[in-house]
């Protein structure tokens, strides 16, 4: 048996994996913790509605509300044979040969140690200047791992808010010259710059692909009260050039052909084309 613990996208997408692989739904548990709002990973019912219905016809167990109680009935956990959880009624007890966790992401207690040995400035995550510097100046760091130091009063400007790839591309940017000798290094930015953070714009990019729709072409744009593209949700059975449908984020509807005016007169039939 299998069980996959959390109700994110990660969670959803492994459990697709797993069937895709050829293990039967019936061994697979999907058990979710207490949501933190009303909103789910998915936010959007058309699409969770569907999920779910292809969860259930693939044999796949789903348990709501379960918080993880204790491993192996709390004996030694090495290995895990068995998992308890507390639940709004009686308690849930799953023997298990794999478990698959996607419960409040956090810092890996291999990687704490390795950072606090190295004597880098560690502060619940990984400080770091505008320039992806730790304390250490050879040593660079970027993503979730990683925090701007307090100076900048800037801990709602964490990289875990942004997109990784636009971030990555910024370091491999100030990485670049350290590796090609024909590029001049980039200079040290002025003192009162150096107080200011970079300001990202790239969208937080999430994509899934589920084998189970409807009718298998769901498509939806959000247009929000700026006339721009704030939200795109597709559920597809067939392949879809997901590249070139990121690029209509943040797009006014105007400069995509005035959809908004096209949709309300019945000129558009399928996003996808």
Not at 229 to 252: D, R
Request: hydrophobic share 35%.
């Amino acid at each position: 048996n299998v069980i996959v613990y959390g109700n994110t996208l990660d969670a959803y997408t492994t459990v697709g994996t797993l069937l895709s692989i050829g293990i039967s739904g019936i061994r697979i548990h999907l058990v979710q913790p207490p949501l933190t709002s009303n909103i789910t990973c998915f936010n959007n019912y058309t699409i969770e509605e569907t999920v779910q219905k292809a969860l259930m016809a693939a044999g796949v167990t789903t348990y709501y509300n379960c918080k993880l109680a204790q491993w192996n009935d709390g004996a030694d956990p090495d290995p895990i044979h068995c998992a308890s959880f507390t639940t709004d009624t009686k308690p849930l007890r799953l023997q298990c040969s794999v478990v698959f966790s996607f419960f409040q992401k956090g810092v890996d207690h291999q990687a704490f140690i390795a950072i606090n040995d190295a004597c880098l400035v560690y502060d619940r995550r990984l400080v770091i200047d505008t320039t992806f510097h730790t304390n250490d100046i050879s040593i660079r760091a970027a993503g979730p791992l990683t925090k701007y130091s307090n100076r900048y009063y800037a801990n709602e400007w964490s990289h875990s808010y942004f997109s990784s790839k636009e971030i990555g591309c910024q370091l491999a940017a100030c990485m670049l010259p350290l590796f090609d000798p024909t590029l001049e290094p980039m200079s040290e930015p002025p003192q009162e710059q150096d107080k200011l953070i970079t300001i990202y714009k790239g969208p937080v990019i999430q994509e899934i692909v589920t084998g189970k729709a409807a009718n298998g072409d769901y498509f939806r744009l959000h247009i929000n009260q700026y006339n721009m593209v704030e939200t795109i949700t597709c559920l597809s059975l067939k392949p879809f050039p997901a590249s070139n449908i990121i690029c209509l984020y943040g797009q006014h509807e105007r400069l995509l052909n005035n959809l908004c005016s096209r949709f309300q007169e019945g000129l558009i039939k399928d996003l996808y084309r």
